[in-house]
């Protein structure tokens, strides 16, 4: 069982910059591999960027070249480093866990709003 916790949303100024955070819990973490998905009024949830238990990482188009991802398995965290953030990234941001088993698990989301 993993349970994941997101904080850091919030409100920012369009070309402004975000880091959102993820903490998990339990020692089967270092094995997943993490996600940041959003989802905006009305749209589906969307993958954002991924990372897998390696350290491979890939990124929606959208946010290529503005957003990173990273992890640390000791601290059992993942984040998300938003940088030049549009008005078209406001949503809900969720963190998930993957496992090769097909097990999924979701934090409660945490919501960014990137103002023009």
């Known amino acids: 069982q993993v349970q994941l916790v997101e904080s850091g949303g919030g409100l920012v100024q369009a070309g402004g910059s975000l880091r959102v955070s993820c903490a998990a819990s339990?020692?089967?973490?270092?094995?997943?591999?993490m996600g940041w998905y959003r989802q905006a009024p009305g749209k589906q949830r969307e993958l954002v960027a991924r990372?897998?238990?390696?350290?491979?990482?890939n990124y929606a188009d959208s946010v290529k070249g503005r957003f990173t991802i990273s992890r640390d398995n000791a601290k059992m965290t993942v984040d998300l480093q938003m940088n030049s953030l549009k008005p078209e990234d406001t949503a809900v941001y969720y963190c998930?866990?993957?496992?090769?088993?097909?097990?999924?698990?979701w934090g409660q989301g945490t919501q960014v709003t990137v103002s023009s």
């Open positions: 990372i897998t238990s390696g350290g491979s990482t």
């Open positions: 339990g020692s089967i973490f270092r094995f997943a591999a």
């Open positions: 998930n866990a993957h496992f090769t088993s097909g097990n999924d698990y």
